[in-house]
């Protein structure tokens, strides 16, 4: 009975994942989120906790897997917060897409009160996370990496070690979201665009994947196009989240992000005509709706 | 003596490598150029015209790899030019990049006076042209395709074949040409952004190529700004130009392009501060310079 207690509060398609990760490599697992049916579902792999503070009592490791800031400090710090419920010396390891200055805030308020704090963003997606193997892209002090470590061993292949203090681990993830947002927007540009001069998008795909205008993004989501699916595998309200938080950093930080604010309004657009739950890819239909173009449609698609 | 004569209208960093890989395959090559300095260096690989018109005396393959649709109508119609002193059923292989509308008029206008015309755009930067091993993107009649061939096979490893029209060549090749902006932008955009944010632009590197941020520019451009090496490889004004083009075709085919427009602005402040024949990794710099950063320099920078 040598098993080391560990709580992950959140579970949706990348929380799930990692849970069960964790379970897979011997942890002693308690779960919780607020969605009723993933705490149902997780009963199959560990403990399905009815309250965080029931999740964290007696863990040495908390996995936060919400979908910001907000909800992490929420979690952490609520009234009913797991903060009460830890013991001494528990390391959260806190995997929301946040701002630095947020998790440098959380960490702060998290140590004052004797637990260790690893800022811990990952990438990767929801199969990876099932697999244990995400990109962790960490920071924190040597204590919390430490504390961490089995866990991290557990859910990650790639652990990407950024510096000793919180906010580094945040601000390499933001970095890679003004990327993976813009060449989600740009590839919705470029294919409609295909499209719209009467190429066939097919071919186009091809071309482009063996050429200098690919990226990843291009190679990921334009099969979604090319398919009709935009059933959500990451949806565009994740990225008027990140992207805004990008252009609040920018801000802050009086450096201008002038491309990033282009395809941030992008998304927007999209959200607001009603596909903010739909897949990223669906900012395409965005362009094709405006330009009154037929994509291709599926049976699987949600609009 | 029964080579076959080819002749190649432009000995930039592309058409040298083309004309000389068409010497090494056993065409009896003529090169011309407007610098005089370029003609004379490829005397060592071919015949050295001193025109247009004398290149293309007896060609049957004629390359033209200038710098746009105005040049190429120079080289093919000018007073000078090689319309009126090729064979008839020559074919024209026209790689610069263009508008699908310019490259529709130009192979209309060869073709009424006896001409074969492939829309031939290339892609692959000057190494792969010396190689042989060029991507170039196709269309035009089968009449074309089959006089161009052995050319063809000379010069590039991958031909994409993608349609028996001129104009459809130049389109895949202004699609690349949109995402490849925005991506060389939104690269220089995100390493001078992680900068500011105080990060190590190296370890950026390092995560980004292995994560969903990255692109093919991302990974080919960021080391010029890590070596602080902005000697063109490529150059600012190249960009200038080729996303002009698809704001232009934007324009005429009334298809909103607002992530390649915001591009362009980027590019066109990088050449307006003085850097437009630098190397197109330049953004970087301008950015830099607006919020004061330092990026790494070196004794190979040009500015």
């Known amino acids: ?7 992950v509060i959140g579970l949706g398609s990348m929380g799930f994942g990692m849970a069960v990760s964790l379970a897979r490599k011997g942890f002693d697992v308690a779960g919780t989120d607020v969605n009723a049916e993933a705490v ?55 995997s ?4 630095p200055k947020d998790a440098e805030a959380l960490a702060a308020e998290a140590e004052a009160r004797g637990l260790l704090y690893l800022d811990a963003p990952i990438s990767g997606g929801a199969q990876r996370a099932a697999e244990g193997a ?3 892209l960490a920071s924190g002090s040597d204590a919390a990496f430490a504390k961490a470590q089995p866990a991290l061993d557990a859910m990650a292949q790639k652990l990407y070690k950024l510096g000793d203090k919180p906010g580094i681990g945040a601000a390499f993830k933001m970095v890679n979201q003004l990327l993976a947002g813009v060449h989600i927007a740009a590839a919705c540009e470029a294919i409609t665009f295909a499209k719209r001069l009467g190429l066939d998008i097919g071919k186009v795909y091809e071309v482009i994947t063996a050429a200098a205008g690919n990226s990843w993004m291009f190679e990921n989501r334009v099969p979604h196009i090319l398919e009709g699916d935009y059933s959500p595998k990451s949806a565009v309200d994740i990225f008027t989240k990140d992207l805004g938080i990008v252009l609040d950093m920018s801000r802050d930080t009086k450096f201008p992000t002038p491309i990033a604010g282009q395809a941030f309004q992008m998304f927007m657009m999209t959200a607001a005509a009603g596909m903010g739950r739909d897949d990223d890819a669906s900012v395409a239909r965005l362009y094709a709706q405006i330009a009154g173009l037929d994509l291709p449609s599926s049976i699987k698609s949600n609009g």
């Open 134 to 136: 995400l990109t962790v």
């Open 96 to 99: 929301a897409t946040m701002s």
């Open 40 to 94: 149902q579902r997780f009963a199959a792999h560990g403990r399905a906790a009815r309250s965080i503070a029931e999740a964290a009592t007696g863990a040495a490791i908390l996995v936060v897997v919400v979908v910001n800031a907000a909800q992490t400090r929420t979690v952490l710090f609520g009234p009913e917060g797991a903060a009460n419920a830890l013991p001494k010396g528990a390391v959260v390891i806190s």
């Open 1 to 7: 009975m040598d098993k080391t207690n560990a709580a």
